[in-house]
């Protein structure tokens, strides 16, 4: 039963003040034109995908579903010092002087709103927050519940609704400030992490597990061959897998490649870029609650036996509210010590049900 491992969630309502709705008024670019051109080819009204209902939607399903062991604190906002370890500083420097306006900042309709730097600063800090967490014994787990995300957010560019690479921050946050010399990371969601790759690319102490969507899924990056250069060379390991992959094969590849490639590397620290689009009624790999949970619980074996526990995850996607939701509530239940169960093929729970349901009007048993 959950209860009997601690887990600090982190959180805090300055996230929900990023909001780019497209009726604001932006900032006159180039990249405010193409956007625009863009959105009025639409068929349909868009609205921006990564909005404050996600995390809204989280915290009252896990109001309203409370979990033993589970506690809520918030962190401080990052530091420039902080955020200039993984982004350059010109970058930080223009991305700092938007506060308070509204703009589009890349093509991919990737956007800031006049709370948005604010926003994007304390999901930073409440991930580096998580991590100072668990390295200080304050917790067994901790998990980051943030926005705007990270993963796509490159050293010199924001990309894919992230601004500031969260994990990547609070990774190089460890290593500079908490003595963790190796840092594994593992993102789960459907996208790849292109921003996270590109920053540890050549660093031997970073490893970097990615499963995602194969291109051209976006954002098209993320193909097996890219494995790291000099340095870290073989330090990135990517794993595209088809949209409908499933649970059987995220734990096949999660026991059978990631298990192994831990050992090898032995980390101080395993972070997670925990994004929840996999799921099946979400964007891309047909995952279920149930491969959720087992996935979490490998990667808490591997920081049980490689790093006293040392665990932290860093929300990124995930954009049908209830899945999201539940598949939050699902990870936290195993953080804090709960049953995983057996996964099975896709459709054999439901067959195994739906024979249960209707096989007594065939029998004249009671």
């Known amino acids: 039963m959950p209860g009997h491992r601690s887990v600090n969630v982190f959180y805090d309502d300055v996230m929900l003040g990023h909001n780019p709705e497209v009726d604001l008024p932006f900032i006159q670019s180039r990249v405010a034109k193409r956007v625009k051109h863009i959105l009025q080819g639409l068929d349909f009204t868009w609205s921006y995908p990564e909005h404050p209902g996600r995390l809204t939607a989280v915290m009252e399903y896990l109001e ?13 906002s990052a530091t420039y010092e902080q955020l200039a370890r993984v982004h350059t500083t010109s970058y930080l420097d223009h991305i700092f002087s938007l506060d308070g306006t509204s703009a589009w900042l890349d093509s991919d309709t990737t956007a800031v709103s006049p709370q948005s730097i604010k926003a994007a600063t304390a999901a930073a800090g409440n991930a580096i927050a998580a991590v100072e967490s668990v390295v200080n014994g304050e917790c067994e787990s901790a998990f980051a519940l943030v926005r705007p995300p990270g993963h796509h957010a490159e050293p010199v560019r924001a990309r894919g609704f992230c601004l500031l690479n969260n994990v990547a921050v609070a990774a190089a946050h460890a290593q500079v400030k908490l003595g963790c010399e190796r840092v594994l990371i593992v993102d789960w969601d459907a996208h790849h992490g292109n921003g996270t790759q590109d920053i540890f690319w050549a660093d031997p102490d970073v490893l970097f597990f990615d499963t995602h969507c194969a291109a051209p899924f976006y954002p ?3 193909d097996m061959e890219e494995i790291g250069a000099g340095f870290g060379e073989g330090y990135t390991i990517n794993v595209p897998l088809p949209e409908g992959a499933g649970d059987i094969a995220f734990e096949k590849v999660y026991r ?12 101080d620290l395993v972070l997670v870029s925990a994004g929840f689009d996999p799921h099946r009624n979400d964007m891309a790999l047909n995952l279920t609650y149930d491969g959720f949970k087992v996935i979490t619980r490998i990667v808490q074996d591997i920081a049980d036996q490689h790093c006293d526990g040392r665990l932290a995850l860093v929300l990124e996607g995930g954009y049908n509210l209830t899945s999201l939701a539940r598949g939050v509530h699902a990870v936290l ?5 709960g049953e995983i169960p057996e996964l099975l093929e896709t459709g054999v729970n439901e067959a195994n049900e739906a024979t249960e349901f209707h096989l007594s009007a065939f029998s004249d048993d009671d």
Do not use: N, Q, T
């Open 64 to 76: 309203d579903h409370p979990i033993a062991g589970v506690r809520f604190k918030a962190g401080k």
């Open 220 to 222: 098209g990056s993320g």
């Open 256 to 267: 059978e490649l990631l298990i192994p490639a831990a050992e090898y590397f032995k980390p």
């Open 333 to 337: 239940e195993v953080l804090a010590g």
